[in-house]
């Protein structure tokens, strides 16, 4: 846990692009920035969750307290989100776009500094390989100083199995390990571009241990050939 080293997010401001957060979470609700949601699709006007997903990467994140002891790694930041996962579980590329230009300026002011800090991406490409849709928003992202952390891909373990976004130049991607610290079968075991690879158990807002599984689902409408 970064907080094991005296390091709590305090200040920091950390977006997820997912299925949505569930603002009224006791171990969330109360780090939820104002105005710091956006839903391309138009179906909710405030923190929405209908799988649950976001909420559960967002507890890895900046979960706090109210279970006993703070579950994320970074509970004392502050977290925005964008909804590119509607309520029936589909992605466009077009609201990724839309969700990826959001974050980079969430209230639409060039005059206020409301960026995030860091950009969690809990999703993938469902197949191996590099797609490179989402590689020039990724490279926005960076150019302006945010710190884009994806998920490397549940696509193991063969090799060269990474997925995009996860094997971007421009993003530091996340496998996963299972209770023992061994690394778990299914996360991605060869990166297709050279990127070092941070390896996790996580734990959810509800204070659940998942050793076993990545942060990481895959798009279904975006596959798009390269």
Not at 13 to 19: N, P
Not at 40 to 48: I, L, S
Not at 111 to 133: I, K, Q
Request: aromatic share 8%; hydrophobic share 40%; net charge negative.
């Amino acid at each position: 846990r970064v907080g094991g080293v005296g390091v709590w997010g305090l200040g920091g401001v950390g977006a997820s692009l997912d299925s949505g957060v569930d603002a009224s979470h006791p171990a969330l609700w109360s780090r939820f920035r104002t105005g710091g949601w956006f839903d391309p699709y138009g179906q909710h006007a405030t923190p929405t969750d209908v799988s649950g997903h976001g909420t559960w990467t967002m507890g890895v994140m900046v979960g706090g307290d109210a279970g006993g002891s703070s579950v994320g790694v970074a509970p004392g930041a502050r977290w925005i989100a964008a909804k590119i996962f509607n309520d029936q579980g589909v992605a466009t590329a077009t609201a990724i776009h839309l969700a990826f230009q959001w974050v980079l300026d969430p209230d639409g002011d060039p005059n206020t500094a409301d960026a995030p800090h860091v950009v969690n991406g809990s999703w993938s490409f469902g197949a191996p390989g590099c797609h490179l849709e989402f590689q020039p928003d990724l490279a926005a992202l960076r150019a302006a100083g945010i710190v884009s952390v994806f998920a490397a891909g549940n696509a193991g373990p063969g090799a060269s199995s990474s997925t995009s976004p996860g094997n971007y130049p421009q993003v530091f991607s996340v496998g996963s390990v299972d209770l023992t610290g061994a690394l778990a079968w299914d996360t991605t075991r060869a990166a297709d571009t050279a990127r070092a690879r941070i390896a996790l158990s996580a734990t959810d807002a509800a204070g659940n241990t998942a050793g076993a599984q990545s942060a990481d689902f895959a798009i279904d409408n975006v596959r798009p050939s390269v």
